[in-house]
């Protein structure tokens, strides 16, 4: 992963492969943003107008590179677009600057060391660059012929992701820049581990697969793990766990993580549908559909990552992850529709579409989860397309069955840059997920299908527990272009929601 590190040395005389400066757009052209001040001025105070003959308009994401002025030691100067300028001497925002981050770490990819000279104005800009640095620099090189570092072009230039983000601006011995830039490191390096684990192929990564990376992580930072595998699940009643993986070769696990801090006053479980592939079961999805359906278990990635983070945090809160893990295949063993399944809470299923699977396990693990207690609930599935229909493929949908829960949670998306939008659990979709055979189906009505799913896991949720459900398929896997500090393929995400939502309990500032 890409090395950050803090400096004070100036920019010309920062030994570097690239000076990163940020420019904002401005009513009659580029103008510099903060930061940039040491690179304008051995231009002689030009540096606007020589972008401005380049072409650049400081508009979001817009990359310029020009040649460093004499007396630099870096060779080049890449000049990153941060949208429209602030009004009224403004700051940039942290998303903003994340962004920037973001597409200049990209674009640097192959270099060993680029120096961040964006706009400053506290440790929350700070830790926004950081991330956005090393979140942009991401790369999936796993099953590359060749390792990343040995990777050559034509010209015999690397293309490994960038090696070394000095972040200029920060104070090394400042407490609050130090530990903004140690949490954007945290934080960072999970969600970069839950890309890995979308990314992988499923058929290294079944249950059984991503429940030892659980089980790894967990000894390495202190956290309780345990794994229930088939005759486990089988003996403990999981009936919707057992009835998803039971057309698969590979069985089903359900992995809890307990992270437990000895002054937390609160408790939050995440669970997260953990489908490491998704073929649909006996109800097989259609041609094209099955190719990227290794990102299924997107939502207990997420879980899985977030829970680690906050151990590596220090937070005052205990987090308990709930990882819901099945292969949905078809086979003889499989599920049919029309089957009955008895759920770990003694309700019954029928089962009217194998391909409305991830309900069915997270219903086994939000009844675990309640088991406990827990002050709040919040689970994570990439569950429905339909929430992809209606939101797109860049933000989520939150219910939840508490209005302040669920805006509170819509908060801290925006808050961390995860669009995110609030959605409704309207009762009257409920009555189309009766059955004559069961207790409930696991469908109803096909309009408004995101909201029914989100219906039928609240059937599972224990009585007066606080709870909110994410679906995340429309950005959990991101199948055009990179952009921003986002690549192409698995992005992470939730995983910064889910912390910080961890955070702000832990602070006493949510509920």
């Known amino acids: 992963m890409t090395a950050l590190t803090l400096s004070t040395a100036a920019a010309p005389g920062l030994r570097a492969d690239a000076i990163v400066i940020g420019v904002g757009k401005g009513g009659k052209g580029p ?19 020589i972008l401005e003959t380049l072409g650049a308009s400081g508009a979001e994401g817009e990359i310029t590179k020009l040649p460093a002025p004499a007396g630099f030691k870096a060779p080049l100067v890449l000049a990153v677009g941060l949208g429209t300028e602030p009004e009224d001497d403004q700051a940039y925002d942290a998303e903003a600057l994340r962004r920037a981050a973001g597409v200049a770490a990209r674009a640097l990819a192959g270099n060993k060391k680029a120096a961040f000279a964006l706009p400053v104005a506290d440790a929350a800009d700070l830790g926004a660059i950081a991330e956005g640095a090393l979140l942009g620099a991401y790369s999936f090189d796993a099953y590359k012929g060749i390792a990343p570092a040995a990777k050559k072009d034509a010209k015999g230039n690397g293309k490994g992701p960038l090696g070394e983000a000095a972040l200029l601006g920060g104070k090394p011995r400042d407490k609050d820049h130090k530990a903004a830039v140690e949490r954007a490191l945290a934080v960072t ?5 839950a890309r890995d684990l979308v990314n992988t192929p499923p058929n290294d990564l079944d249950p059984e697969a991503f429940a030892a990376v659980a089980q ?13 595998d088939e005759k486990a699940l089988e003996k403990g009643g999981y009936g919707g766990i057992l009835g998803v993986g039971a057309g698969s070769a590979a069985g089903p696990r359900l992995v809890k ?11 939050l479980a995440f669970v997260g549908k953990g489908i490491t592939y998704d073929s649909g079961g006996i109800s097989l999805k259609p041609a094209g559909h099955n190719e990227t359906m290794k990102c299924d278990m997107s939502g207990a990635a997420a879980v899985f990552a977030a829970v680690v983070a906050a151990a590596r945090l220090g937070l005052e809160v205990n987090v308990t992850g709930w990882l819901a893990l099945a292969e949905n295949m078809p086979s003889g063993s499989a599920t049919r529709p029309g089957d009955v399944l008895r759920m770990y809470s003694g309700k019954t299923v029928e089962v009217l579409n194998t391909d409305a699977e991830g309900r069915l396990v997270l219903a086994d693990a939000l009844w675990a989860a309640s088991a406990e207690k827990p002050d ?24 939840a069955n508490d209005d302040a829960f669920r805006a509170a949670i819509v908060d801290a998306a925006e808050e961390v840059g995860e669009p995110s939008w609030p959605m409704p659990l309207p009762e009257h979709l409920r009555k189309g997920m009766d059955s004559p055979t069961a207790d409930l189906a696991n469908m109803g009505e096909r309009m408004g299908g995101g909201l029914v799913a989100g219906l039928f896991l609240r059937e599972f949720v224990g009585e007066g527990i606080t709870w909110a459900h994410l ?6 896997f991101n199948e055009s272009g990179p952009f921003g500090y986002t690549p192409k393929g698995g992005t992470g995400s939730a995983v910064r929601t ?14």
């Open 498 to 511: 889910l912390v910080r939502l961890a955070e702000l309990t832990a602070a006493g500032d949510l509920g």
């Open 257 to 267: 993580l307990s992270y437990t801090h000895a002054k937390a006053a609160k408790h």
């Open 471 to 476: 679906d995340i398929a429309g950005p959990a």
């Open 376 to 399: 709040a609930i919040v689970d994570v599935a990439t569950l429905t397309g339909a929430m992809v229909l209606a939101l797109g493929s860049r933000t989520f949908g939150v219910m």
């Open 216 to 228: 790894t992580a967990a000894k390495e930072h202190g956290i309780k793990v345990e794994v229930l």
């Open 189 to 193: 390096e999970e969600l970069n581990r």
């Open 31 to 49: 103008v510099l943003a903060p930061g940039a001040d040491a690179v304008d001025k051995a231009y002689d105070g030009r540096l606007a107008g």
